[in-house]
């Protein structure tokens, strides 16, 4: 194809050149990322030499699906000389990605929960996946456990309990998975009986700041007791169910002492449980075949038993 002599092209023989059509150079100049170089006489719109590279940039950009203001955006900061806008709205067309990735298969895993549980459960399972969002979320779990800890704990604490207690959902489930998230769902999101929680005589017994203490001792106390259970391990007396203790002694204003383990394992005892929630959260979070994923819980429940056998022999 011939040049013509002021270097200048018409916008069909831009589009031919770059191997798109006359409509998506009209929509690239009209909404400024295309600039023309002229019009001709009767009113035509003509492109200078860079046009065609320009364009060429646009198609490819438009083809990694990134939004025409992500484009305009690369486009001014490559004429500033500027790096990052690309990778920026590289990164961030990944993430969305990644997410759409993840809704479809947890899409996929629920329809296959459906289709293959015997036909007088259908119904039941149906109305529990159609409850779950997809890509799921756990801000109902948030939701859940904000109204259950002590009510002048602090902003951070709380934040780091909820960073431990709500299981984030894996990416790609197996239905077994996705029938656990649901069925936390409907955990979390029913009526309280009498419009309250049950809440453990911790929460009734320490403020604000013995609460963080409690908590953040826990939380370690459990990582520690985490550790055995991924082993198999039995219940028995160790660091993990001396920092368990601590972390009461401490809010509590306490030493550990023979005589304050006999008052906790009493205590603990007839504290109100949520065993359902932490079961369903370790059958969300364990690998379909695996061995159980210790949950805060799972971790309580050893550490509580091992303070009960401890109590119980040093009583006999």
């Known amino acids: 194809m011939l040049t013509p002599p002021d270097g200048l092209c018409s916008i069909g023989e831009l589009a031919e050149r770059a191997g798109v059509t006359v409509k998506a150079v009209r929509f690239y100049s009209d909404n400024g ?15 200078g030499p860079d046009a065609l590279g320009r364009l060429r940039l646009l198609r490819s950009l438009r083809g990694l699906g990134l939004p025409v203001r992500e484009v305009r955006r690369v486009l001014d900061e490559e004429e ?5 806008a690309l990778e920026d709205a590289v990164a961030g067309q990944l993430r969305e990605l990644g997410s759409q990735l993840t809704a479809l298969r947890w899409r996929e895993a629920g329809m296959r929960l459906v289709l293959e549980c015997p036909p007088g459960e259908r119904a039941d399972r149906l109305r529990l996946i159609g409850a779950v969002a997809a ?4 801000d109902p779990m948030a939701r859940f456990w904000r109204a259950w800890l002590p009510p002048r704990m602090p902003a951070r604490a709380r934040t780091a ?22 069925r936390l769902n409907a955990l979390v999101t029913r009526p309280c009986t ?6 453990p005589e911790a929460h009734k017994d320490s403020g604000g700041r013995a609460s963080a203490v409690l908590y953040a001792g826990l939380a370690q106390a459990y990582e520690l007791a985490g550790a055995h259970l991924r082993r198999g391990g039995a219940p028995r007396p160790g660091e993990a169910l001396d920092s368990f203790v601590d972390a009461y002694a401490r809010a509590y204003g306490s030493r550990d002492t023979p005589a304050f383990r006999r008052l906790l394992a009493g205590q603990l005892a007839a504290d109100p449980r949520i ?32 303070l009960d056998a401890q109590t119980a022999a040093t009583a006999g």
Not at 33 to 47: K, Q, T, W
Not at 135 to 138: D, G, L, R
Not at 161 to 182: G, I, K, N, S
Request: aromatic letters at 8%; a negative charge; glycine letters at 10%.
């Open 135 to 138: 890509p799921p979320s756990t």
């Open 161 to 182: 309990f909820l960073e431990v207690a709500v299981a984030q959902p894996p990416d790609d489930p197996d239905p077994a998975q996705v029938l656990a998230f649901a």
């Open 194 to 199: 009498g419009g309250e929680r049950p809440q």
């Open 80 to 84: 500033d000389g500027v790096r990052g």
């Open 33 to 47: 990322l295309l600039p023309e170089a002229s019009r001709s006489a009767g009113g035509h719109r003509r492109y």
């Open 275 to 306: 065993d359902r929630y932490w079961e369903l959260t370790a059958d969300m979070i364990t690998a379909p075949g695996g061995p159980p994923e210790p949950t805060p819980g799972s971790a309580h429940d050893w550490l509580f038993a091992a």
